[in-house]
């Protein structure tokens, strides 16, 4: 379950964040494909393919450092980091940018079971 606060966050940006497995749109076939996108790249795609993608991103490196995305406030301030992250450097990577602001806000998400 996403909050309102971290759709919001992601509709304006280029993350997102659920508890279950989400898949890509069919112009990004594989997690392979998907780490080269970079912030520019998000930016110009439509928004719901962006939202899917940062969506998978944003679990698969929850997975890696095995903490649940929350569903409440601290999703949005997670989201504003990465927009931070996105328009410093437009053309990193979005998993990185993903990925660094998770780890950064690592300690304040619960842990997975």
């Not at 309102?4 to 989400?22: D, E, N, R, Y």
């Not at 698969?60 to 980091?81: F, N, V």
Request: glycine share 6%.
């Amino acid at each position: 379950m996403k909050s309102p606060i971290f759709v919001a966050a992601l509709l304006l940006t280029a993350v997102g964040g659920a508890q279950a497995q989400t898949p890509l749109p069919a112009s990004v076939p594989s997690f392979d494909e998907a780490v080269y996108i970079t912030c520019r790249d998000a930016q110009a795609m439509p928004v719901e393919a962006r939202k899917q993608v940062a969506i998978f991103l944003a679990e698969h490196s929850a997975r890696h450092h095995g903490i649940m995305l929350p569903d409440d406030e601290r999703g949005g301030q997670l989201a504003l980091l990465v927009r931070g992250g996105c328009t410093l450097s437009p053309d990193a990577y979005l998993f990185t940018v993903i990925d660094r602001a998770i780890v950064a806000e690592m300690a304040k998400f619960p842990k997975r079971q």
